[in-house]
């Protein structure tokens, strides 16, 4: 049986994975409780469950990216044409929030194109 290796191109996703996913997680953190001072309706609740969804998303992508670095290439990248098209009146900081995702995506894409390749150990 042939093993499978993840390689350094496998860590850097993970990594700025995690690093992308803590950011957003303390961004939408943050939203979420300055929306909370006056204590809120049902609809400012609401708001914060949706801020907090794509953090939870985001989370969920990495540690599927841990085992099936495909899924969290779809989920990146994915997540990346979403916020192009949320943030469409604000072009100038729709950068900052779609090309990293696209970029971990795409890291997360070639990591799972190269570990479909075996490792040949050689004797």
Wanted: hydrophobic share 60%; no cysteine.
């Amino acid at each position: 049986m042939a093993e499978r290796h993840t390689g350094v191109i496998g860590w850097i996703a993970r990594v700025l994975g995690i690093l992308f996913a803590a950011l957003m997680t303390y961004g939408w953190w943050d939203e979420s409780q300055a929306r909370r001072d006056d204590g809120g309706d049902w609809l400012e609740q609401w708001a914060i469950v949706t801020h907090l969804l794509p953090a939870i998303m985001l989370i969920a992508a990495v540690v599927l990216g841990w085992w099936w670095p495909l899924a969290a290439a779809i989920i990146f990248i994915a997540y990346a044409v979403v916020t192009v098209f949320s943030y469409a009146p604000e072009w100038a900081y729709a950068w900052f929030v779609t090309v990293p995702p696209l970029v971990v995506g795409v890291l997360f894409l070639i990591s799972w194109w190269r570990s479909r390749e075996p490792v040949r150990r050689h004797p």
